[in-house]
């Protein structure tokens, strides 16, 4: 099983293939094309973000220990973010996702070239991920 780092490293090594803005806004958008469908079952007010400029919703089960990811968003940008953040953060466990530095998200240029309000969108998935974590970390 990969790390949280090494999985944050190989996202950092795929977004320096592109120098190109533009081609590492298409990189996210095939990420949030290739996220699996989250069913409309999932898709409440309590799993819906606050702070999001866009509608994205995020569901975290334990999976013998593991939290497993799922999530969806209305706009394509913004999918392929939380499709980065599952990617890193998923099948791992509470206390691996409370102690991640997600250092990736300044190294590949994301918060810089993100508009202010997908930057707060940005922390505030990143906020809720952490918040699943710690529920569960305190539940083990």
């Given at each position: 099983?990969?790390?949280?780092?090494?999985?944050?490293?190989?996202?950092?090594?795929?977004?320096?293939?592109?120098?190109?803005?533009?081609?590492?806004?298409?990189?996210?958008?095939?990420?949030?094309?290739?996220?699996?469908?989250?069913?409309?079952?999932?898709?409440?007010?309590?799993?819906?973000?606050?702070?999001?400029?866009?509608?994205?919703?995020?569901?975290?089960d334990?999976?013998?220990?593991?939290?497993?990811?799922?999530?969806?968003?209305?706009?394509?940008?913004?999918?392929?973010?939380i499709?980065?953040?599952?990617?890193?953060?998923?099948?791992?466990?509470?206390?691996?996702?409370?102690?991640?530095?997600?250092?990736?998200?300044?190294?590949?240029?994301?918060?810089?070239?993100?508009?202010?309000?997908?930057?707060?969108g940005?922390?505030?998935?990143?906020?809720?991920?952490?918040?699943?974590?710690?529920?569960y970390?305190?539940?083990?």
């Amino acid at each position: 099983m990969r790390t949280i780092n090494e999985i944050q490293d190989e996202v950092i090594d795929e977004f320096e293939g592109f120098s190109d803005w533009m081609d590492r806004y298409q990189l996210l958008i095939d990420l949030g094309n290739e996220l699996e469908a989250l069913p409309e079952q999932y898709k409440t007010e309590e799993n819906l973000i606050d702070g999001c400029q866009s509608r994205v919703w995020i569901q975290c089960d334990n999976k013998d220990g593991e939290l497993v990811f799922r999530a969806d968003s209305d706009a394509l940008i913004v999918k392929g973010i939380i499709a980065l953040l599952i990617q890193v953060l998923s099948h791992h466990t509470a206390k691996e996702i409370l102690e991640a530095d997600l250092y990736f998200i300044d190294r590949i240029g994301l918060r810089e070239h993100l508009s202010p309000t997908r930057s707060n969108g940005l922390l505030a998935m990143v906020k809720r991920i952490k918040a699943y974590a710690l529920v569960y970390a305190q539940e083990a």
